[in-house]
Nanobody, 122 residues
Framework: QVQLVESGGDLVQAGGSLRLSCVDS????????MGWYRQAPGKQREMVAQ???????NLADSVKGRFTIARDNAKNTLYLQMNDLKPVDTAVYYC????????????????WGQGTQVTVSS
C-alpha cells in the first residue's frame, strides 16, 4: 500500500522559514517524479515545485528565489525548504508521487499525501 506522509507544517510569522518533508513508502521512490502542491481556502490546488526522477526542478514563479525542492533517494524523502514566507503562502501543502515524469502521459500512477498545514501570519 502506497503512503505519502507529509510533515513540517506549522504557524510561522512572515519572513520566517519552514522545511516540509514527505516520506514515500510503497513505491520505488527513486524512479518517481515528485512534487509539492498547495491549496488555499476557496482556491484550486496549484503546483508549487516539482522534481524529476533525474533531479531536474521546476518551481512556480511565485516561489522562485524563496523555495527549494530536493529529494533524498536513500531516505525515500522529498523536501521543500521555504524561506521568506508570506501570508499568501498560507495553504495546505500536498506531496505528489508520479510515474512517469511530469509532462509525460499517461500516468502509470499518481499518488497524493494527506497534506500538511502551513499558516503564515503577518
Amino acid at each position: 500500500q502506497v503512503q505519502l506522509v507529509e510533515s513540517g507544517g506549522d504557524l510561522v510569522q512572515a519572513g520566517g522559514s519552514l522545511r516540509l518533508s514527505c516520506v514515500d513508502s510503497g513505491t520505488v521512490f527513486s524512479i518517481n517524479a515528485m512534487g509539492w502542491y498547495r491549496q488555499a481556502p476557496g482556491k484550486q490546488r496549484e503546483m508549487v515545485a516539482q522534481i524529476s526522477h533525474g533531479g531536474s526542478t521546476n518551481l512556480a514563479d511565485s516561489v522562485k528565489g524563496r523555495f527549494t525542492i530536493a529529494r533524498d533517494n536513500a531516505k525515500n524523502t522529498l523536501y521543500l525548504q521555504m524561506n521568506d514566507l508570506k501570508p499568501v503562502d498560507t495553504a495546505v501543502y500536498y506531496c505528489n508521487a508520479r510515474n512517469p515524469d511530469y509532462g509525460l502521459e499517461p500516468a502509470i500512477y499518481n499518488y497524493w499525501g494527506q497534506g500538511t498545514q502551513v499558516t503564515v501570519s503577518s
